[in-house]
């Protein structure tokens, strides 16, 4: 079994920046994917950012430029560094990993952009 618990979401003006953080423990040996997904009320779980099993990083269109994915290998630890945050950016931002053929999914943050 892989945990996965994210942070730091919150309240925030538009324009304004948050950092999520997701700790990932138990098993976590042969993860090979990780990444970052957001839902908003009434639409579908959408990919955000991620790092996928043959290397390099997957960012959304809507996000390019804007937001940050990145890790910590030493605190098993992944961040989702989001700038210039506009109110289309609100949504519960969740975490996730890949094991094999299993998908793990962290409890969720809410991020919410609004002045």
């Known amino acids: 079994q892989v945990q996965l618990v994210e942070s730091g979401g919150g309240l925030v003006q538009p324009g304004g920046s948050l950092r999520l953080s997701c700790a990932a423990s138990g098993n976590i040996f042969g993860v090979n994917a990780m990444g970052w997904y957001r839902q908003a009320p009434g639409k579908q779980r959408e990919l955000v950012a991620r790092?996928?099993?043959?290397?390099?990083?997957i960012y959304a269109d809507s996000v390019k430029s804007r937001f940050t994915i990145s890790r910590d290998y030493a605190k098993n630890t992944m961040y989702l560094q989001m700038n210039s945050l506009k109110p289309d950016d609100t949504a519960v931002y969740y975490c996730n990993a890949e094991k094999g053929d299993r998908n793990y999914w962290g409890q969720g943050t809410q991020v919410t952009v609004s002045s």
């Open positions: 790092f996928p099993p043959y290397g390099g990083t």
